[in-house]
């Protein structure tokens, strides 16, 4: 079992930055790829990035690309999500998942283990 715990989120103005932390508990996450996804009321959960096992590949949504910057850090069995230029459309619960595979994925489904999430709010 793994468990995982977001924090970081909150209120920040359009055009802040915010730094989510993912961190693991339980079995060791350093073989698992990693991702964030984000839920915007009445909408459906969407893929925002994913991380390998390594940290050496990477994937984002077309949506957060060159705003948003995924790492890891195997040692602490942490991964980020810093998140810059936001806007009001970022507004959501980010979630971080655990996938039991070492490649990236874009798919909810592709995770087996998920946090509770962290509110992010943008205000314009």
């Known amino acids: 079992q793994v468990q995982l715990v977001e924090s970081g989120g909150g209120l920040v103005q359009s055009g802040g930055s915010l730094r989510l932390s993912c961190a693991a508990s339980?079995?060791?996450?350093?073989?698992?790829?990693m991702g964030w996804f984000r839920q915007a009321p009445g909408k459906e959960r969407e893929f925002v990035v994913s991380?390998?096992?390594?940290?050496?590949?990477?994937v984002y949504a077309d949506s957060v690309k060159g705003r948003f910057a995924i790492s890891r850090d195997n040692a602490k069995k942490t991964v980020y999500l810093q998140m810059n230029s936001l806007q009001p459309e970022d507004t959501a619960v980010y979630y971080c998942?655990?996938?039991?595979?070492?490649?990236?994925?874009?798919?909810?489904?592709?995770?087996?283990?998920w946090g509770q999430g962290t509110q992010v709010t943008v205000s314009s």
């Open positions: 998942a655990a996938r039991l595979f070492p490649t990236v994925s874009t798919q909810v489904i592709g995770f087996k283990y």
């Open positions: 339980g079995r060791t996450i350093s073989t698992y790829a």
């Open positions: 991380i390998n096992w390594s940290g050496d590949s990477t």
